[in-house]
């Protein structure tokens, strides 16, 4: 293995003769290089270096689309891709693929990188820092998980190795491990391939980011795909052939035939360089960062995406909620004040949408365990309405589940399961939290109405009309 060292300084004179600082960014996909493009909108070439390094084969690209490629919805694997590291690299920024971030020296504002092809590695200095490691797939400490036929899916690499497996396996069985966000994804992709598809979960019901009774539709509407749930049950083994690949999955009472695993467990922050280095970690194994996305004690490193933790501005607790919106956030806020202008991310409330065929889930804000867990006295209200007026064409059933604090009536959370027209709904709750409204404030909002698109008391006006009788209650 060779070493080459970069002992110069970061800091150089550009062709008019200022003095140029040097950005280094470790990761290349949504934090980090939102977060490259828009300092460099801030900053010319003169001013500022741009080094970054991915270790991966693919840059800016969209990891919540994976499981519609997988599934065949999206056909072509680039539509993914939302700038190559051609673009970036047009655009100034020194781009290095298949190059893997080892060790930061923050002592010595430096970091080692190593070539993934040839194992040479070096180290480059900077000025400032941002860190954009992401996230990685959960993958428990099982008998025969590392076996071939088993897949994390996380990156357009792991997408792709997943879609060569499917392409050499003669079997059609499929195990889904964990029936999150991505558990129920790529349970729907694996059906739509003409896979035979379990889910093992060890939860009460699917999607354990909605209260049960929530989740509940969400399981019915699995089974309605010819999916197999299985709840309550945690995964203790996988079983392999004599040829060494996967051949089932094991709980602590049964087997489930597989010829290839997917793992939807969750993700974790990817933050072990970050831990190496000695850089503030919250509760939940992210990075903790300011309202500026500065690294809390350090005046020129910066971190955004999956690695953070990020504050819920409902419960006030610092949370880790991995998804693309906010790592598209934080690189504009990160970028924005590297190259010298001043941005800030307030938090977030937790705005999420997926589905399962045509049953869209969506959920913003606390559950109830999250409510109890920030110590809040709350009641709740549920309601069953349609997407559209009851006697207009294909009107389609919804649930609004809602939390409001028991004394003040502040909206908590909401909780939305439904067909077409449903899961963006989540919106209008979304802004109602992030602006502190009361449920009963919310009942007066001029939202839009004819027929063809809401009835004239929209579900989720319903459900806060609901929620302002059980708050009155209780005082």
């Known amino acids: 293995m060779s070493m080459s060292m970069n002992t110069g300084p970061s800091t150089s004179t550009g062709s008019a003769g200022a003095t140029r600082e040097r950005l280094v960014v470790i990761g290349g996909d949504a934090a980090g290089m939102s977060a490259a493009s828009q300092a460099r909108r801030m900053k010319g070439p003169d001013e500022l270096e741009i080094v970054a390094f991915e270790r991966g084969h693919f840059s800016s690209f969209s990891a919540c689309g994976i499981p519609y490629w997988v599934g065949g919805d999206v056909t072509d694997r680039d539509a993914l891709i939302a700038r190559t590291p051609e ?39 900077y000025d400032k820092l941002v860190i954009g490691t992401g996230a ?32 050499r396996t003669r079997g059609r069985r499929a195990v889904v491990v964990g029936a999150g966000y991505i558990g129920v994804e790529m349970a729907e992709a694996l059906i739509n391939r003409g896979y035979e598809v379990t ?22 509407a699995m089974e309605g795909l010819g999916i197999t749930m299985v709840n309550g049950a945690e995964v203790t083994k996988v079983l392999t052939g004599d040829d060494g690949r996967v051949r089932a999955v094991a709980t602590e009472d049964a087997e489930f035939p ?9 993700v974790r922050p990817e933050t072990g360089l970050a ?12 990075l903790l960062t300011d309202l500026a996305m500065r690294v809390r004690g350090h005046e020129n490193i910066w971190a955004g995406g999956d690695c953070v933790e990020v504050l819920d501005l409902v419960s006030g607790q610092e949370r880790h909620i991995p998804l693309g919106t906010h790592a598209n956030k934080h690189g ?11 941005a800030t991310f307030p938090g977030v409330v937790g705005t999420a949408v997926s589905k399962v065929c045509d049953l869209e889930i969506a959920r913003t804000g606390l559950r109830e365990k999250d409510a109890l867990r920030a110590g809040l006295r709350f009641v709740t209200a549920t309601i069953e309405s349609t997407s559209r007026a009851g006697y207009y064409p294909n009107a389609s059933p919804m649930t609004v589940k809602m939390l409001a604090e028991r004394r003040t009536g502040r909206l908590l959370g909401v909780q939305i ?9 989540v919106d209008i709750a979304a802004v109602a939290l992030t602006a502190g409204m009361t449920v009963e404030q919310m009942t007066a909002l001029d939202l839009g109405y004819a027929p063809p698109f809401s009835p004239v008391w929209d579900p989720v006006l319903v459900a806060a009309r609901k929620a302002v009788r059980a708050v009155e209650q209780q005082r």
Do not use: C, F
């Open 136 to 167: 990685r797939p959960i993958r428990p400490e099982l008998p025969g998980v590392d076996a071939p036929g088993v897949h994390g899916v996380q990156t357009l690499d792991d997408g792709q190795a997943l879609l060569d497996t499917l392409a």
């Open 417 to 425: 399961v439904g067909r077409e027209g449903a899961g963006k709904r």
């Open 87 to 125: 673009e970036h690299r047009a655009r100034d920024i020194d781009l290095r693929m298949r190059t893997e971030v080892t060790e930061i020296d923050v002592a010595g504002g430096r970091v080692r990188a190593r070539d993934v092809d040839s194992g040479a590695e070096s180290w480059t200095s």
């Open 258 to 266: 597989a010829d290839v695993v997917v793992l939807g467990i969750g």
């Open 332 to 342: 504009q806020v990160i970028g924005t004040n590297v190259g010298g202008g001043y």
């Open 275 to 286: 831990r190496a280095a000695g850089l503030a970690l919250g509760a939940h194994g992210g």
């Open 199 to 220: 889910v093992v979960n060890r939860g009460r019901e699917p999607m354990a980011t909605l209260d049960p009774d929530m989740g509940r539709m969400v399981h019915t």
